[in-house]
């Protein structure tokens, strides 16, 4: 999940904790409602609007619940986590700081004309 959504659902961390639910939950964290902002960019000239977050340390904020909580800084240490949290029985939530959302539209293929 990226942490705007992430934020909106943020006491389902207390669910997993209290049923002790082993689930791994990442978050990729960019500090903004990503897509809008990506969005934005591309529309706007760089003109945004109510697209940055000011997030807790969700590091501490698992923690706060009672679960693992990690942090992932680089590929390698994303898998490191996610080899930690499957050690460790219940929740578990790894937080993924990255600096900005890449544009998904040259991965989208759009229908030809041929397809009509």
């Known amino acids: 999940s990226g942490d705007g959504g992430f934020m909106f659902n943020v006491q389902e961390l207390s669910t997993a904790v209290a049923h002790d639910i082993d689930v791994t939950i990442v978050v990729f964290n960019d ?3 990503g897509n809008v902002k990506r ?3 591309e529309s706007y ?3 945004y609007i109510g697209v940055d977050l000011h997030n807790p340390d969700l590091v501490m904020l698992g923690r706060s619940f009672g679960m693992t909580a990690l942090r992932a800084a680089t590929p390698e240490a994303l898998r490191d986590a996610f080899h930690e949290a499957e050690e460790k029985a219940g929740p ?6 990255f600096k900005e959302v890449p544009s998904i539209w040259k991965l989208i293929r759009r229908p030809s004309s041929a397809a009509n």
Do not use: E, H, S
């Open 39 to 41: 969005y934005q960019k």
């Open 31 to 33: 500090g903004a409602y």
């Open 45 to 47: 000239g760089g003109r």
């Open 92 to 97: 578990a939530l790894i937080d993924v700081p």
